[in-house]
Nanobody, 120 residues
Framework: QVQLVESGGDLVQPGGSLRLSCAAS????????MAWYRQAPGKQRELVAF???????MYGDSVKGRFTISRDNAKNTVYLQMNSLKPEDTAVFYC??????????????WGQGTQVTVSS
C-alpha cells in the first residue's frame, strides 16, 4: 500500500550539487512527516533530515548548512537539495514516512534508495 520511490542519485564531483526526489503514495501525504536517511557501505543508517507536516525542518549535524529538505504536497513529493557535496556524503539515500516529535523522527516505511556518489 505504502510506496516511496526515490530518484535523482548520481555521480557528482566534490563541491557539486544534486536534488533528490521521493514520490509517495498510499499515505495522506499532507499529514505525514517525511525524512531522508543515508547509509554508506559498512556503516549504519543515518538520519539526514526530516520535515514535519507543518513544514518545520531538522538536519543532522553533518549536513546542516549544505542540505535542504522540502515538500510539495500537490505532487506528494519530498525533496533533498544537496549542495557543497563531499566524498563522505557518498551513500545510498532513502526517504521515509513516519512521525516527528521535537527533534526526533521515527520512520515507519522506507523506499528502495538511490545511490549518491561524490568523487573526482
Amino acid at each position: 500500500q505504502v510506496q516511496l520511490v526515490e530518484s535523482g542519485g548520481d555521480l557528482v564531483q566534490p563541491g557539486g550539487s544534486l536534488r533528490l526526489s521521493c514520490a509517495a503514495s498510499g499515505i495522506i501525504f499532507r499529514l505525514s512527516a517525511m525524512a531522508w536517511y543515508r547509509q554508506a557501505p559498512g556503516k549504519q543508517r543515518e538520519l539526514v533530515a526530516f520535515i514535519t507536516s507543518t513544514g518545520r525542518t531538522m538536519y543532522g549535524d553533518s549536513v546542516k548548512g549544505r542540505f535542504t529538505i522540502s515538500r510539495d504536497n500537490a505532487k506528494n513529493t519530498v525533496y533533498l537539495q544537496m549542495n557543497s557535496l563531499k566524498p563522505e556524503d557518498t551513500a545510498v539515500f532513502y526517504c521515509s514516512v513516519g512521525a516527528a516529535r521535537d527533534y526526533r523522527f521515527v520512520g515507519d516505511y522506507w523506499g528502495q534508495g538511490t545511490q549518491v556518489t561524490v568523487s573526482s
